[in-house]
Structures are given as structure tokens and as C-alpha cells.
């Protein structure tokens, strides 16, 4: 208790703790004081009519649903009986089954420990997306702990950091990643690009960390190879988050002559370029990774309309009944635009990783991880609205990418706009996962 100083450490831990002990401490947490915890917790509940002999409305009491768990039919308890002794564990201790959160501040020090934290209680999975350095910090260290400790293993799900090494030449069995990679995401960009015949000038611009240089070196060689009469004319990082005026940088766009600019900004450095673009009366095509994210159509504005394309492995936008129905469902459920956080990769995340533990009957996170190898994605729970599966050899996910371009909310194609921005991203062309698959060359090393 003394060690507790914030919410995620209360978080942490009240999954140990009785009901009651863990609603008294959130009480306190929250400003209470001792007195009011403890009127606040006894307080009676409202008086009714207690029937003795009645045990289905006394196993349905709040109270009750704490310490039984109700079986309703013969086919459950089969299931449950034949299950193996660790979803009996699990079963035995809901309080297991929850989400901690932690916060790494995109740091790799912190995520470290953060890690060390997670297995120190347990937690048998970790979800993670910023940054890839990130990313290959946390491969690094599970690979050491899972075989140092194998009571304790845990695996990686990935669902942003998109360095490609991390299912290549660093692959690991212990991490999946549900992103597509940069050089999946840059090769669908690449093929819009190649087919605008009036591109003849080209202008490179990343953030420079390992992840936008990469971008830049595939870039270069992509254009290379599919449009060899493509100049490029700009090639250029600069740091990262620190640039507050971009207006140098399209200075030189704007001297280049550049009708296109392929980048892996994100956040302001994204926006911060594009609109110094456009205030200099330019109007190039930016060919982007993160075009979409939150935060950044309502910072670009009119400047991103018909500009800005963006890349994903699904858009809001897609234009099928089962999108539409998953899109308005969870609009309906998060009403505030400041949720507007629904990706399909995340969804088929969630699913694999149930799915997966179905197969195994297990929640062991090396039955799990076997069980993931190869599996595909019943969307049924979606809408049949997605489509992906794990390829085993180096555990990428391989599902359909989409290229859009960002547009007015209520123009053809886009009914659906990012976070109350009024603005959306109309779809350009969307590739199968055969499509978008990429050659791998993971020798990964797998646990007897």
C-alpha cells in the first residue's frame, strides 16, 4: 500500500485484492475521507422482501455474483469440467481477467520497466503500438525472460510499430504483430503513386528515427524501381518533434519544384508541414502513413482536401453494409468524438487472440502463440467486415490495405468523418492480403 502513489498503481494493485478493500480504496482516491469511505460502503442496501426459500433470486443479488457463478445449461457445464487445470484458474479468479494499464510515455527505459512490472504480476499479455524502438526493446527482453523464466512467459501483441526488422531479421515466436509493416504500408502507396502518369518530381521528408528512415530508404528504392522516370528532388530528415516552423522545409519544396511528397511524419510534424506547404500556395500530393490519425484532419483542414493521402488496413469510408454497421454501432456506443478510436486491426487483435485461446484450450501464452500460427480471423463477430490471418513463419498478420485521400464530410464517398472534424478519407483502391503480402526473411527460433 505505501508503494501506491497514482491510478495505474491502484489499478495494479486492486486485481489482488477483495471487493471491498479495493472499493475503499478507490473511494479514498477519489477525495474521500475515512469517515465518508466507510458511510459510503455501509450505507444499507434498499429493504425488500427476502424470500428463503427462493435461490434464484438470491443467486441473481449483487452480493451473490460476487462468489457463485451460475451454470444455465448441461452443454456449459460439459465445457467447463473438460477445460484444462489453467482456464480453471482462471475461472477460479475472475479478478485475473483484467486490463492494466501502463504507461511507457513512449519511452524505452520506462517501457522496460514497465515489462518488469507485468511479469512480476503475471500478466501473461502485452499490447503495445508507439514507438518501434520501443517495440525491439520489449522482443529483446521477453526473449531473455520467457526462457529464463518459463512459469511466467508472456507475448508481445503488436499493433502500431511498424518497423519491418520486427518480423525479419529480429523476428521473435514471442511477438505478433497486427499492423502491416512500413514497407507493406509504403508498397500500396507506392502503387497509387506509380499510376499518376503526370508525376514527374518527388520530394523524400521523414522524422529522423528508425522508423522514418526507413521510410525514406524504401521510398527512394521503390520509386526506383517502378517509375525510374520519377526525379527525386528532396531527401531530407529532420528531428523528431522538435521542429516548431516548417516553413524552411517547404521553402525548399517549393524550390524543388516537387509535385509529390512521400513522409512517415505523424502527429504536429505531420500537420506543421503540410499546412506550411499549403500556406506557401503549393498544392503537392503527400503520400503519408498517418494522414488519418487522430488529431490531424482537424488540424490540416481545408489543406489536407484531395492533398493528403493516407494509408490503412481498413477506413470508416470502406463503403459495405457490414463497415457501416460496425462504424454506427460503435458511434452510438462512444458518442464523444474525442473516442473516435476504432481500427480494424485492433478489432481482429481482440478476436485472434480469443479465438486462439479457444483453440488451445488454454490461456498458457506458448499454447496461445501456437495457436495464433497460422490462424484466420472469423469476423463473424464483426460483421464479417474484416479479413486477415497470422502467417506463422514470422507472425505478421496479413489482411487488405486501403489507400484514401481525405475529403469534405458529404461528398461521394464519404459519409463518415475522423472525430467530429467534418472531415474523412474517401477510399482510392484497396488490396487483398495476397496483394499486400511482403516475402519475409525471419529464421525464427521457437521454444521446445
Known amino acids: 500500500m ?39 460502503l455501509s450505507a444499507p442496501a434498499p429493504k425488500a422482501a427476502v424470500d428463503t426459500a427462493d435461490f434464484t433470486t438470491a443467486l441473481e443479488r449483487p452480493g451473490s455474483l460476487r462468489q457463485f457463478k451460475v451454470i444455465t445449461d448441461d452443454r456449459e457445464l460439459a465445457e467447463m469440467l473438460d477445460a484444462p487445470l489453467s482456464l480453471w484458474r482462471v475461472f477460479l479468479h475472475p479478478t485475473q481477467q483484467q486490463l492494466v494499464r501502463m504507461d511507457s510515455k513512449g519511452g524505452v527505459d520506462e517501457a522496460l520497466g514497465q ?42 501483441l503488436n499493433y502500431s510499430a511498424v518497423e519491418p526488422a520486427l518480423t525479419n531479421e529480429h523476428c521473435s515466436f ?31 521528408i521523414g522524422q529522423d528515427y528508425s522508423f522514418g528512415q526507413q521510410v525514406l530508404k524504401s521510398a527512394r528504392a521503390q520509386i526506383a524501381a517502378r517509375r525510374p522516370d520519377i526525379e527525386i528532388v528532396g531527401d531530407e530528415l529532420h528531428p523528431m518533434g522538435r521542429v516548431k516552423d516548417f516553413l524552411p522545409y517547404a521553402t525548399k519544396i517549393r524550390a524543388s519544384g516537387a509535385q509529390a511528397v512521400v513522409t512517415g511524419n505523424w502527429g504536429n ?46 477506413f470508416p469510408n470502406l463503403g459495405n453494409a457490414p463497415s457501416d454497421a460496425l462504424v454506427s454501432a460503435f458511434r452510438k456506443r462512444f458518442a464523444d468524438p474525442r473516442d473516435d478510436y476504432l481500427h480494424a486491426r485492433m478489432q481482429a487483435m481482440v ?34 467486415m474484416h479479413e486477415a490471418s497470422m502467417r506463422a513463419a514470422d507472425h505478421q498478420l496479413q489482411q487488405p490495405l486501403v489507400v ?29 492480403p495476397a496483394q499486400a503480402e511482403l516475402p ?3 529464421r525464427m527460433p521457437r521454444p521446445d
Open 174 to 204: 514471442w511477438h505478433f504483430r497486427f499492423d502491416a509493416h512500413a514497407d507493406m504500408r509504403l508498397a500500396a502507396l507506392m502503387t497509387v503513386l506509380q499510376e499518376d502518369k503526370a508525376l514527374k518530381r518527388a520530394y523524400l
Open 404 to 432: 484514401a485521400v481525405m475529403d469534405k464530410v458529404g461528398t461521394p464517398g464519404v459519409k463518415f468523418d475522423v472525430e467530429g472534424s467534418g472531415y474523412g478519407f474517401r477510399p482510392l483502391r484497396r488490396f487483398t
Open 440 to 442: 519475409t526473411s525471419c
Open 269 to 314: 510534424d505531420l500537420t506543421l508541414l503540410v499546412k506550411a506547404v499549403h500556406e506557401l500556395g503549393l498544392a503537392p500530393k503527400f503520400y503519408t502513413f498517418y494522414g488519418n490519425a487522430l488529431g490531424v484532419p482537424a488540424a490540416l483542414g481545408d489543406a489536407g482536401v484531395g492533398r493528403v493521402l493516407a494509408v490503412a488496413e481498413w
Open 351 to 384: 478476436e485472434l487472440l480469443v479465438q486462439a485461446a479457444e483453440k488451445a484450450r488454454s490461456a498458457e501464452p506458448a499454447a496461445v502463440a501456437r495457436a495464433l500460427e497460422g490462424l484466420r480471423l472469423d469476423a463473424s463477430a464483426l460483421g464479417g
Open 115 to 156: 515489462l518488469r512490472s507485468a511479469t512480476d504480476q503475471h500478466i501473461g499479455y502485452l499490447l503495445q503500438g508507439n514507438s518501434s524502438a520501443v517495440a525491439q526493446a520489449l522482443v529483446s527482453a521477453l526473449d531473455k525472460h520467457n526462457a529464463r523464466e518459463p512459469d511466467r512467459r508472456a507475448l508481445l
Open 2 to 40: 505505501r508503494a501506491v502513489r497514482v491510478e495505474e498503481d491502484l489499478d495494479s494493485l486492486a486485481r489482488f485484492l477483495p471487493q471491498e478493500a479495493s472499493d475503499a480504496l478507490y473511494l479514498l482516491a477519489s477525495g474521500y475521507d475515512f469517515a465518508q469511505a466507510l458511510e459510503e
